[in-house]
């Protein structure tokens, strides 16, 4: 059995038009007689607007509720896409998750799926019935429903394709494909045929957004063939795929960049075992995420500065659980909220000698002063004013010819 999963995101199923659309492709893929498993988003919009209805009520709604409240909006489309195969003379059963079912963990808005049951599915394929799954949901051991996070449709659909041994898994989205970079930052930013998993993973958590990176994470493991493409134009996509795959390797694969970071420096802290830790404890214990870290060695090996990244949103809360905290001192806290980070992309690096060197000319050439250096095998993140983002993005699409 030739299985295929074919997930719509949100835009592509936005309108009755669209919906009728979609099942066009679907229905091409019939043709080609592969076995389809149709997974789907909520048409565009309406999980947000689930979630502001949770707000109006209260900020702490329950989020056993918040996830049976949020997760309705798969329902519908579901419904509609089957509902328009089922008119169209071809047969088509919607499924959500609790009906296949799909198991996940009892963690609430971020399920993680743990077991999927195939039977029903099977049996449904088997008969020339098209399923369409509704994205996003699960059920616990408990019979409680979940939702798995913020654009985890990619997930189910990847999952899904992990358990039926699909062939692959096409993700259809508004978009043509990953791009080079972000084109509301560089209009020149351009597609990119195909990509490992290791550089889709980097780009994802480091701000592009075509897909969850959950989820790219869940495909590099089972090594399932993804393919990102438009529903609304034809063409290519995006293939993400295994290193092995990829023939001709640039040096640097992508450009990402992120916006809303702060930067915070701390002065003067002791240069001793522990206080590192007893700087970054309360601010875990608070789930407030620290991206770029630096320490400066000590010229004195009693003092030294720390500086740290974070998002602009935990700037408040972070200052004062480090004002408020007595288990270390320092002399003075700054703080930057109008900073980026600025990473190229690439396994190419692995092997070319000269990247990080070729960066800092390219972006000093522009006279753009770097706050702070990460690097890893595979990327190079600057942290930078963020008023030069888009002309460094510039500066470094150019120098390495993307
Ligand atoms: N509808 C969900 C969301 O907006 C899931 C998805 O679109 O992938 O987050
Ligand atoms: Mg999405």
Known sequence: MKIVVLKFGGTSVGTIERIKKVCKIILSFKKKRYKVIVVTSAMSGMTNNLIKKSLEISKNFEPSEYDVLVSSGEQISCALISGQLNSMGHKSRSFLGWQIPIITDNNYKNAKINFVNVRKIKKILSNGIIPVVAGFQGITENDKVTTLGRGASDYTAI???KY?????????TDVDGVMTTDPRNYNKA?????ISYEEMLEMSSLGSKVMQSNSVQEARLNRTDVLVKSSFKKGEGTLITKRKKIKNYKIITGISSTKNDSKITMLGVKDKPGVAAAIFKPLSKNNINVDMVVQNISA?????????TIKNENT????????????????KIL?????????????????????TYRMFQALSKKKINI????????KISVLIKKSNLKRG?????????L
């Open 159 to 161: 999952t899904l394709a």
């Open 164 to 172: 039926f041994l699909a062939e692959k898994c096409i993700i259809f």
């Open 190 to 194: 351009k597609k990119i045929r195909t």
């Open 300 to 308: 004195d090996k009693k003092e030294t500065d720390i500086t740290f």
């Open 316 to 331: 408040l809360k972070t200052i004062n659980l480090l004002k408020n905290s007595n288990k270390f001192k320092y002399d």
């Open 335 to 355: 703080i930057d909220k109008n900073v980026s980070k600025l990473s190229i992309i690439g396994v190419g690096m692995i092997t070319t000698p000269g990247v």
């Open 371 to 378: 706050l702070v250096i990460s690097t890893s095998e595979i």
């Open 393 to 401: 993005i510039q500066a470094l699409h150019k120098e390495f010819n």
